[in-house]
């Protein structure tokens, strides 16, 4: 069947979609709102790996975990970054054959959920098998018929995931392990969807250190094994990036690896931006695959600064971070001008657990 043709819209006028780049002049900046509800991942003074998994559950309003999917000022800017990445690079999305079951499960479960949380911003309407799809923030709009990959310009993932903030990778369950089989993978931190792909759970995640010797990526899949449909969870995860460059794979290492050796303790509040990952893990349905979302935030380390409690912490991880994680994180060059910078920033108060920034 042919497609049907996408028909653009005019965007409507959204002051809240902000016009910056990730890229070149790099202008992304994070309004006070934005730097209130960054997910900082640190509940205590210091930080070593963990599962620390939760219920994603509707969290606090306007905070990052209030919906299944975050929309935020940055999501237009983030999906024209995306195209960018992907017109210069195909092969950042992937997909095994056997895994278009599981692209469909993830089609349905983005659009529905951003149709039903930001009504303002996307519609759906179905009549059994011909649906429409409304993208008012992109201008797109798209009829089509679920299940028949033809009638979209895109497979289902690579289509969804093109108006999705995050990666996504699709796990399929299968011989008591997860296999990273499907992917759109275009803000990762230093990792490579074109060599992972086909991967099972533990050979993907192999490169972490200290992490084997714990145990924690077993641990991690038998939980994950047993997740039951309807009862996604979370997990924050975290490194550092110099300038808010959302692509830094190894296939861009040389454009953006030297960026580290220019960071200077005049330059280093704006330039070195805490990266933090939430992840989120939904089980699909028809499939029985696991949908992974990578949502990457990010926040310079003088907007962090803005709130005393958040300088403090993260002056205490950063000064107390294992050397192996230093390596691991790519933080060893330019960590002691962070450090030194957050120094006079922290009074030593007592911060109290959790990640607040008050």
Partial sequence: MTPAPTTALTPAPTPAFREESFRGDYSFRNSPAAIRRFPFPFPQDEYMYSVNIEPHVPGPAGSAVEHAFDVDEHYVAECRDRALTLERDPGRFASLPHMLDAEWDALELVMTSLAADYPQHFGLQRDGSRWHWTNRPLGLQQSFTFGEAATLPHGPLEYVTRQLQGDVVLLDQREDNLFADAGMVTSQ?????????????????????????????????????????????????????????????????PEWGPDRAGVTPENVARKVHLRVELQTLFRLPRSNAIFFGIRCYLASVGELATYPRWACRLHRVLRTLPPPLQEYKGLTRYLPTVVQWLAPLDDGRVTGPGTAPE
């Fill in 189 to 253: 931190a230093d990792w490579s969807l074109a060599f992972d792909v086909g991967m099972n759970f533990l050979q993907w995640h192999a490169p972490v250190p200290l992490a084997p010797q714990m145990g924690l990526f077993e641990r991690a899949l038998k939980y994950l094994l047993m997740l039951p449909q309807g009862r996604p969870v979370r997990r924050l995860n975290w490194t550092m990036t110099v300038n808010p460059r959302l692509d830094t794979a190894p296939e861009t290492y």
